[in-house]
């Protein structure tokens, strides 16, 4: 037997309906689904929703361990999304480093002339490294930067420094504040 709603006048089977002892019918006169968007707006308007947070507070006054057990699927079910969440951003982030790293060497490989002691500028960046072992930040940076907007400078031994990573954001590619930097023996 179906069972016309009041409310989307659509035809659908008695179990598209809830029960209500005090009808005539037994049934509610709106679908569940109407139901249920009438209980959602219901709970919008302000009153409403100030009533139904005391409520719940009291409620959860009375029941701490159903509570806990609610927060805990509450966790569980956030733990699964936020998983989702960072998995989602650290494929679109690998993708922005790997584009960015590919960038910067691109732009060392043009930056770097014939002469340039590699060696020497390999040992650089080596001893870099040993610094991060400290835990600090050290970066190897263009004393000159080679993508400056007025001066350009070489990658090469010469035009290197060990810097904190502080230091090299603050300099940001101008050429000012060199001092502080662990400059490198000629
Ligand atoms: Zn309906």
């Given amino acids: 037997m179906t069972v016309v709603c009041s409310k989307c006048l659509e035809e659908k089977p008695e179990s598209g309906f809830h029960k209500n002892k ?10 569940k689904a109407c139901r249920k968007s009438i209980g959602m707006n219901y709970r919008k308007i302000p009153d409403v929703a100030q009533k139904s947070a005391v409520r719940i507070s009291e409620w959860v006054k009375k029941n701490p361990e159903s509570t806990k057990a609610a ?35 691109a732009e060392i490989k043009r930056a770097t002339p014939n002469w340039a002691n ?16 400290t835990g600090l930040d050290w970066h190897v940076d263009h004393i000159i930067p080679i993508n400056g907007k007025n001066v350009v400078g070489f990658h090469v031994e010469n035009n290197l420094q060990i810097l904190s990573a502080i230091k090299n954001i603050s300099k940001g590619n101008r050429l000012n504040d060199l001092d502080g930097g662990c400059l490198l023996p000629a």
């Fill in 22 to 31: 005090a009808a005539p019918s037994g049934l509610r006169l709106e679908c």
């Fill in 71 to 105: 927060q805990r699927r509450h966790a569980e079910k956030n733990r699964e999304m936020r998983r989702q969440y960072s998995r989602l951003y650290q494929k679109e982030h690998r993708a922005q480093d790997a584009e960015r790293s590919a960038r910067q060497r």
């Fill in 118 to 133: 590699l060696d020497y500028i390999a040992g650089i960046y080596e001893l870099c490294a040993l610094f991060r072992r």
